[in-house]
């Protein structure tokens, strides 16, 4: 290998010759940024890289990423990652994914892959509208939202992605917002080091169908009071003065001020994100359903368990090693055969 | 007295009773016996999709038909010399299938009023002098099955289940068939259940000494080894094949299959076989769904490895836009369809093969893929082997159809030899100095075929068109055309690699019989009634659906007539009008059955006015 060859990688090497056709101002550009700049930082090769994508604006994400990239079809791509990566083990794969791709077409690939665990990333940009098609509701639109497909508001509840995820016991659950970078770096870094499925939730912005969705999380007033910074062992405090806190109340979340002389820091919930019971990060995804909590970032959970393609190789290991290599000839013959002379 | 044995050249029997009285089973060992004393053997198992349909219903009726001979056969045989019925309505369902004269044994203990009952006759058919043109033997198989194994200390529940055995015994002493093959395969079964074992192998031995002591057959029969090809030879199913012929091509490429799949009739076994084969480099991978299963697959070959998925009609009806998408991307995958009778759920343990038009065009826009059919049991090997050479060497997925009466009936395969198998040869494209990802061979248009894990050859595919050669994303119109194309000229190049059409028959003639598929025995049988009267009647089996061979076009020209016998409403035929613009005939059925060599002697002859 020659000396150029082994210069240290930049976020350069993972900028694909593409340009990029994301509406200017889209959050995606933030988003595309900080995989690119993370990636040598982890440590990843182009040739080992696998980005897969499923149908949408975030599904473009593969094309501007010299790496291996497969565009596959709408809400399918953790079926096709799943066939990377129990083909070959040793790729770093990720998916870029949706609201739409992910939780409305892909449900039930998204809920499977939860639950096998293979090690492979997810980063579902939710933007709560579909963007591609131009603007219809999607499956975490809010209830009453007005769109083109539901101009007398939307009757549906929406899905809570974290909540789903972890309803479907995925062993790394996160989530960040397209705007606080230098958190959303993070977030990758924690969910690309985890050893399982790690699904991360980003709040994205979409400037055309949807813009300012996500304003109270991303602007310098109002992100501190509005956002919930998890950090583990940490306890649970936020507000533009980290003035406020969150402590339980016999089994119920409660927001209480740090302030006013009731209650201190010793109080409140204090972040485990290793735990492996599931309550408190069950408690942690469902602050955001309730608009008197502020909406949690970081990682929700992050536990271990084993990896779908690890224990697929195992049982082909332990198969060679009781059977030994197969021999074709000796499969052919198995079971009664007979001698026509 | 010493056993009077007359011999025949072939015999059909079948064994029918409830879904639960173990048909397939004592079916199976029959066939077994049969292949593996040098006779040549076609099963056909008919059976219904319930598991245990209500007991004694003519819905539950499982029957296991089976054909063996001295000579190559073909069918698992028009009409039944024997016919073995557990119960009326087992007698009902069936009896329309045995022969005048032919032997009838029926379990008398099941024909009380609630059992004729069940299977609506209005009068006891062994009374009312309705089977008088059967040889009918009234044997109480229950009940002497029952004094056989009083010693074993079974309850009669435990006993009862052991009455298959004991008929297969009757049917082992009339056909003169050694019972130590079924014995052995009893006690491996039962290793763990020595008393399981010992009862049925009781049973067996009961009804074989009960023929022998009581006398009630005057004659026996034999039939002798058939002449086939030299060589070792084993009993297969068309889905076992399958499964063997994946591997085979696993082991003879060096690459790994993979089988993502989703369980489904009649297509699981293919799944359960390959999911023993760990040792020999398959992955199998069960999805949550078809759309899964075929995706994961594609990711597979993207991945480098021999992607496989396996299903039904219903299940191809949820791949199709996978399948659009390896097309588009040009990455190799073969589909298995093990085609089932439709629309829609259908009649899942029924063979039809009527997915032909849906694999051929049954997807968006203009995707062509080739389109293989194998046509016995044992050839599903090579069909599926056949599908992955071509998957590989064209960059393409391959739809291989093989169907329900192939999967689950049984032949002798002449077992061959690894080292005799094609090679199956796999480069990868490694080299990065001017790689793209839509450069192509000039002899197959196959575009090179880089992996994930390669340096300096990353790039990206999908589903948007490309540009030709850099496989960048390409909204041109210009590029549309010729991509579109590319696409159609490389797979029309496979039928330039296929070897010369065979005829089976005269090159030129009155009639030209052209089919595909699992027809091909019961044409055959037909066809070879026809040659021996000297009729102008010539046979085409097509193994290649899509393209059609090259040479096929001169092939029609030689003859006055096309008849194209298809057991679906009519869907080769309308490819051969379309291609050949020639006034072709059908010869059409749809009744989850094969077609017997009978009915198709008697529309050849018609066709040529005989």
């Given at each position: 290998?020659?000396?150029?060859?082994?210069?240290?990688?930049?976020?350069?090497?993972?900028?694909?010759?593409?340009?990029?056709?994301?509406?200017?101002?889209?959050?995606?550009?933030?988003?595309?940024?900080?995989?690119?700049?993370?990636m040598?930082?982890?440590?990843?090769?182009?040739?080992?890289?696998?980005?897969?994508?499923?149908?949408?604006?975030?599904?473009?994400?593969?094309?501007?990423?010299?790496?291996?990239?497969?565009?596959?079809?709408?809400?399918?791509?953790?079926?096709?990652?799943?066939?990377?990566?129990?083909?070959?083990?040793?790729?770093?794969?990720?998916?870029?994914?949706?609201?739409?791709?992910?939780?409305?077409?892909?449900?039930?690939?998204?809920?499977?892959?939860?639950?096998?665990?293979?090690?492979?990333?997810?980063?579902?940009?939710?933007?709560?509208?579909?963007?591609?098609?131009?603007?219809?509701?999607?499956?975490?639109?809010?209830?009453?939202k007005?769109?083109?497909?539901?101009?007398?508001?939307?009757?549906?509840?929406?899905?809570?992605?974290?909540?789903?995820?972890?309803?479907?016991?995925a062993?790394?659950?996160?989530?960040?917002?397209?705007?606080?970078?230098?958190?959303?770096?993070?977030?990758?870094?924690?969910?690309?080091?985890?050893?399982?499925?790690?699904?991360?939730?980003?709040?994205?912005?979409?400037?055309?169908?949807?813009?300012?969705?996500?304003?109270?999380y991303?602007?310098?007033?109002?992100?501190l009071?509005?956002?919930?910074?998890?950090?583990?062992?940490?306890?649970?405090?936020?507000?533009?003065?980290?003035?406020?806190?969150?402590?339980?109340?016999?089994?119920?979340?409660?927001?209480?001020?740090?302030?006013?002389?009731?209650?201190?820091?010793?109080?409140?919930?204090?972040?485990?994100?290793?735990s492996?019971?599931?309550?408190?990060?069950?408690?942690?995804?469902?602050?955001?359903?309730?608009?008197?909590?502020?909406?949690?970032?970081?990682?929700?959970?992050?536990?271990?368990?084993?990896?779908y393609?690890?224990?697929?190789?195992?049982?082909?290991?332990?198969?060679?090693?009781?059977?030994?290599?197969?021999?074709?000839?000796?499969?052919?013959?198995?079971?009664?055969?007979?001698?026509?002379? | 007295?010493?056993?009077?044995?007359?011999?025949?050249?072939?015999?059909?029997?079948?064994?029918?009773?409830?879904s639960?009285?173990?048909?397939?089973?004592v079916?199976?060992?029959?066939?077994?016996?049969?292949?593996?004393?040098?006779?040549?053997?076609?099963?056909?198992?008919?059976?219904?999709?319930?598991?245990?349909?209500?007991?004694?219903?003519?819905?539950?009726?499982?029957?296991?038909?089976?054909?063996?001979?001295?000579?190559?056969?073909?069918?698992?045989?028009?009409?039944?010399?024997?016919?073995?019925?557990?119960?009326?309505?087992?007698?009902?369902?069936?009896?329309?299938?045995?022969?005048?004269?032919?032997?009838?044994?029926?379990?008398?203990?099941?024909?009380?009023?609630?059992?004729?009952?069940?299977?609506?006759?209005?009068?006891?058919?062994?009374?009312?002098?309705?089977?008088?043109?059967?040889?009918?033997?009234?044997?109480?198989?229950?009940?002497?099955?029952?004094?056989?194994?009083?010693?074993?200390?079974?309850?009669?529940?435990?006993?009862?289940?052991?009455?298959?055995?004991?008929?297969?015994?009757?049917?082992?002493?009339?056909?003169?068939?050694?019972?130590?093959?079924?014995?052995?395969?009893?006690?491996?079964?039962?290793?763990?259940?020595?008393?399981?074992?010992?009862?049925?192998?009781?049973?067996?031995?009961?009804?074989?000494?009960?023929?022998?002591?009581?006398?009630?057959?005057?004659?026996?029969?034999?039939?002798?080894?058939?002449?086939?090809?030299?060589?070792?030879?084993?009993?297969?199913?068309?889905?076992?094949?399958?499964?063997?012929?994946?591997?085979?091509?696993?082991?003879?490429?060096?690459?790994?299959?993979?089988?993502?799949?989703?369980?489904?009739?009649?297509?699981?076994?293919?799944?359960?076989?390959?999911?023993?084969?760990?040792?020999y480099?398959?992955?199998?991978?069960?999805?949550?769904?078809?759309?899964?299963?075929?995706?994961?697959?594609?990711?597979?070959?993207?991945?480098?490895?021999?992607?496989?998925?396996?299903?039904?009609?219903?299940?191809?009806?949820?791949?199709?836009?996978?399948?659009?998408?390896?097309?588009a991307?040009?990455?190799?995958?073969?589909?298995?369809?093990?085609?089932?009778?439709?629309?829609?759920?259908?009649?899942?343990?029924?063979?039809?093969?009527?997915?032909?038009?849906?694999?051929?065009?049954?997807?968006?826009?203009?995707?062509?893929?080739?389109?293989?059919?194998?046509?016995?049991?044992?050839?599903?090997?090579?069909?599926?082997?056949?599908?992955?050479?071509?998957?590989?060497?064209?960059?393409?997925?391959?739809?291989?159809l093989t169907?329900?009466?192939?999967?689950?009936?049984?032949?002798?395969?002449?077992?061959?030899?690894?080292?005799?198998?094609k090679?199956?040869?796999i480069?990868?494209?490694?080299?990065?100095?001017?790689?793209?990802?839509?450069?192509?061979?000039?002899?197959?248009?196959?575009?090179?075929?880089?992996?994930?894990?390669?340096?300096?050859?990353?790039?990206?595919?999908?589903?948007?068109?490309?540009?030709?050669?850099?496989?960048?994303?390409?909204?041109?119109?210009?590029?549309?055309?010729?991509?579109?194309?590319?696409?159609?000229?490389?797979?029309?190049?496979?039928?330039?690699?296929?070897?010369?059409?065979?005829?089976?028959?005269?090159?030129k003639?009155?009639?030209?019989?052209?089919?595909?598929?699992?027809?091909?025995?019961?044409?055959?049988?037909?066809?070879e009634?026809?040659?021996?009267?000297?009729l102008?009647?010539?046979?085409?089996?097509?193994?290649?659906?899509?393209?059609?061979?090259?040479?096929?076009?001169?092939?029609?020209?030689?003859?006055?007539?096309?008849l194209?016998?298809?057991?679906n409403?009519?869907q080769?035929?309308?490819?051969?009008?379309?291609?050949?613009?020639?006034?072709?005939?059908?010869?059409?059925?749809?009744?989850?059955?094969?077609?017997?060599?009978?009915?198709?002697?008697?529309?050849?002859?018609?066709?040529?006015?005989?």
């Amino acid at each position: 290998m020659s000396a150029v060859e082994n210069k240290p990688l930049t976020k350069k090497d993972f900028e694909s010759d593409q340009d990029v056709r994301w509406c200017p101002g889209c959050g995606d550009y933030a988003i595309l940024s900080q995989v690119q700049k993370m990636m040598p930082v982890l440590g990843n090769t182009r040739e080992n890289t696998v980005f897969v994508s499923g149908i949408g604006c975030s599904s473009r994400f593969p094309y501007y990423l010299n790496t291996y990239g497969f565009h596959t079809i709408h809400g399918r791509a953790p079926a096709f990652a799943i066939g990377i990566k129990a083909a070959n083990p040793n790729l770093d794969v990720w998916i870029a994914t949706g609201d739409g791709d992910a939780l409305s077409i892909g449900g039930n690939h998204f809920i499977h892959l939860m639950r096998r665990n293979p090690n492979i990333k997810v980063l579902l940009f939710n933007n709560r509208i579909y963007g591609l098609t131009k603007g219809q509701y999607s499956p975490t639109s809010e209830h009453g939202k007005v769109t083109k497909s539901s101009p007398f508001g939307s009757i549906e509840e929406p899905f809570n992605p974290t909540s789903l995820a972890l309803g479907a016991n995925a062993s790394f659950v996160a989530r960040a917002v397209d705007r606080d970078t230098k958190h959303l770096s993070s977030v990758i870094e924690a969910a690309a080091k985890h050893k399982g499925t790690a699904f991360v939730e980003i709040y994205q912005n979409c400037i055309i169908f949807n813009d300012g969705a996500f304003t109270p999380y991303t602007e310098k007033e109002t992100k501190l009071e509005n956002c919930l910074y998890l950090e583990h062992g940490k306890p649970m405090v936020f507000g533009q003065n980290s003035d406020k806190g969150i402590k339980l109340d016999g089994t119920v979340p409660k927001v209480v001020s740090l302030t006013d002389g009731k209650n201190s820091l010793e109080d409140l919930i204090v972040h485990d994100q290793f735990s492996e019971d599931q309550t408190l990060a069950n408690l942690i995804t469902h602050l955001s359903d309730n608009k008197d909590f502020p909406v949690p970032v970081g990682v929700f959970r992050s536990i271990s368990r084993p990896c779908y393609e690890d224990q697929l190789v195992e049982q082909m290991e332990s198969a060679k090693a009781l059977k030994g290599t197969g021999d074709l000839q000796k499969l052919f013959n198995q079971g009664d055969t007979w001698e026509v002379k | 007295m010493s056993k009077n044995v007359q011999t025949l050249d072939e015999v059909t029997v079948m064994f029918a009773g409830d879904s639960g009285d173990g048909m397939q089973l004592v079916g199976t060992e029959m066939a077994n016996t049969s292949a593996i004393v040098g006779n040549d053997i076609g099963t056909f198992p008919d059976f219904p999709a319930e598991i245990r349909a209500p007991q004694g219903t003519l819905a539950g009726v499982s029957g296991y038909q089976l054909h063996f001979g001295n000579y190559d056969l073909h069918t698992p045989g028009d009409e039944c010399d024997t016919l073995v019925a557990m119960n009326p309505a087992a007698l009902k369902t069936n009896l329309k299938k045995l022969k005048s004269n032919g032997i009838l044994i029926v379990d008398t203990a099941n024909f009380q009023a609630r059992d004729l009952l069940l299977a609506k006759y209005a009068s006891n058919p062994l009374e009312d002098y309705s089977l008088e043109k059967y040889q009918l033997f009234p044997v109480n198989i229950t009940g002497l099955t029952r004094e056989a194994l009083k010693e074993t200390g079974l309850d009669t529940k435990s006993i009862d289940k052991c009455k298959n055995f004991f008929s297969l015994g009757i049917i082992f002493w009339l056909y003169n068939r050694p019972l130590n093959y079924t014995i052995n395969i009893l006690e491996t079964k039962f290793a763990k259940k020595p008393q399981i074992a010992k009862a049925n192998i009781l049973a067996l031995k009961g009804g074989y000494a009960y023929c022998e002591a009581t006398e009630a057959f005057r004659v026996s029969f034999d039939v002798k080894p058939a002449k086939l090809t030299p060589g070792t030879y084993r009993s297969i199913t068309g889905n076992t094949a399958t499964a063997l012929g994946l591997v085979a091509a696993a082991v003879k490429s060096g690459k790994e299959v993979f089988l993502g799949s989703y369980p489904i009739t009649p297509a699981s076994e293919i799944l359960h076989e390959l999911s023993k084969f760990k040792n020999y480099g398959v992955k199998t991978f069960q999805a949550e769904d078809e759309i899964a299963a075929i995706c994961s697959a594609i990711g597979a070959s993207f991945a480098g490895k021999i992607g496989v998925t396996t299903t039904s009609g219903p299940g191809l009806a949820l791949k199709t836009e996978a399948v659009g998408l390896a097309i588009a991307t040009e990455l190799p995958l073969v589909v298995v369809d093990v085609q089932r009778a439709g629309p829609s759920t259908g009649l899942p343990t029924k063979t039809e093969q009527s997915d032909l038009l849906f694999a051929v065009y049954g997807r968006n826009a203009d995707s062509p893929l080739p389109v293989i059919a194998a046509s016995s049991p044992s050839d599903c090997f090579n069909a599926v082997y056949e599908a992955v050479q071509i998957a590989v060497k064209f960059m393409t997925p391959v739809i291989c159809l093989t169907d329900g009466y192939l999967a689950n009936g049984s032949e002798p395969w002449k077992i061959p030899k690894v080292e005799e198998l094609k090679p199956i040869e796999i480069n990868f494209r490694t080299e990065p100095e001017g790689f793209f990802p839509y450069q192509r061979n000039p002899e197959t248009l196959a575009r090179d075929w880089a992996i994930p894990g390669n340096p300096g050859t990353e790039h990206r595919i999908g589903g948007i068109e490309r540009e030709n050669i850099t496989g960048n994303i390409s909204y041109d119109s210009d590029n549309h055309q010729v991509m579109t194309n590319l696409r159609f000229e490389k797979i029309e190049k496979v039928a330039s690699f296929y070897p010369k059409t065979e005829i089976f028959g005269k090159e030129k003639g009155e009639l030209l019989v052209i089919s595909w598929g699992g027809t091909y025995g019961s044409i055959h049988t037909a066809m070879e009634k026809c040659l021996k009267k000297g009729l102008s009647v010539s046979h085409v089996h097509l193994r290649y659906i899509n393209p059609l061979p090259n040479d096929l076009a001169g092939i029609i020209k030689n003859f006055r007539q096309v008849l194209v016998p298809e057991l679906n409403n009519g869907q080769l035929i309308k490819v051969i009008r379309d291609k050949y613009l020639v006034d072709a005939k059908g010869f059409n059925k749809v009744k989850g059955l094969p077609f017997t060599s009978g009915e198709l002697e008697a529309k050849f002859i018609e066709m040529i006015g005989g």
